[in-house]
């Protein structure tokens, strides 16, 4: 299954042991992406003239897939009374976007679940 389709199945599921491997998956697949966006090819400069600048593409962001299917997994685990399942994904949340400093959706909401979680409440996505 391709990473589009790991991510759709993921947020349609609310079986436990489905929703945990699609985030292995999806979680696996952004950490070799962070991975990979230092590098640079490097090109003698008498050719770096006649390559023109990659046109922009529009593409899924494998870091914010991981992380949704990881807020949806942490919500159907804590639904199973997995709470340190639910914990474990929602750290994996933290974990994958602590490199940034700007503030981040995902990581707001997996902050909000995890402090609900330590409250005892129900937690959910939806908006009242």
Same mark, same amino acid.
């Given at each position: ?19 945990q ?9 952004? %950490? =070799? ?9 490097p ?52 974990? %994958? ?16 679940? %995890? ?5 005892? =409440?129900?937690?959910? %996505?939806?908006?009242?």
């Open positions: 299954m391709n990473l589009w389709g790991t991510y759709t199945h993921c947020k349609s599921t609310s079986d436990l042991d489905e929703t491997l699609d985030m292995g998956k999806l979680t696996n697949a952004a %950490l =070799v992406r962070q991975g990979d966006e230092g590098f640079v090819l090109m003698p400069q008498q050719l770096e003239r006649l390559v023109a600048t990659p046109a922009n593409r529009l593409s899924v962001d494998v870091q914010a897939m991981a992380a949704s299917c990881s807020l949806h997994a942490g919500q159907v685990a804590f639904g199973h009374g997995r709470v340190d399942l639910a914990r474990e994904a929602l750290t994996g949340v933290i974990t %994958l976007h602590k490199q940034n400093n700007e503030p981040n959706y995902y990581l707001a909401q997996a902050h909000k679940l %995890l402090n609900e979680i330590e409250a005892g =409440v129900q937690i959910s %996505l939806q908006r009242p």
